[in-house]
């Protein structure tokens, strides 16, 4: 039982004394976790911690952005998102089958949300082309859906893509005549 205990991932979560969420995070090492927390500046108003055990890290992972996300913990910087955003589920359908012999791509077992492409659409029209990591930190997903999306959106025409690598950028196709004018 302890062995198991040793294996399993925390997510923490800090509270002040008004109740106020201060800090989510995740970890293997909790009690290594918590000094390095001590020497924060903000660490003296944590009153209380909530525990939450994650057999995986992958799992403890997601839920962290997850909370970080919808929680907006007072001083987590990386991965916040202003209220009101729509947080994407990219979880199981997103991942991919196992491939069959002569298969070389990934095949997926569902269409992206619209609400997802709606959003993507907008960021695309208000940039001067984005890169993958950018659609991917826009959407709150990996960069491996954010760019199944993007090639998806290419087939159906909507975008297209500059570029080779790194530098490759994905701009949205020629507008429709009735819009150019």
Do not use: C
């Not at 970890?27 to 994650?54: C, M, Y």
């Not at 910087?77 to 589920?89: C, E, K, N, S, Y």
């Amino acid at each position: 039982m302890v062995l198991r205990v040793a294996q399993m991932h925390a997510l923490y979560r800090m509270f002040d004394a008004n109740g106020q969420l201060l800090y989510v995070g995740i970890t293997g090492k909790l009690l290594n976790r918590l000094d390095q927390h001590a020497e924060k500046r903000w660490f003296p108003l944590v009153a209380s911690i909530t525990l939450e055990w994650f057999p995986k890290e992958r799992d403890a992972r997601e839920a962290e952005r997850r909370a970080i996300a919808i929680e907006h913990p007072v001083y987590n910087i990386a991965g916040r998102l202003p209220p009101g955003t729509p947080v994407f589920d990219a979880s199981p359908p997103w991942r991919p089958k196992r491939r069959r012999k002569g298969r070389t791509g990934p095949r997926m077992t569902s269409e992206f949300p619209e609400a997802a492409r709606s959003r993507l659409m907008t960021f695309l029209a208000d940039q001067d082309g984005i890169t993958i990591s950018h659609a991917a930190a826009e959407l709150r997903v990996t960069k491996w859906v954010a760019r199944v999306w993007l090639e998806q959106l290419r087939k159906e025409g909507a975008v297209r893509l500059d570029g080779r690598n790194r530098g490759a950028r994905w701009r949205l196709a020629a507008l429709p005549e009735s819009d150019a004018s």
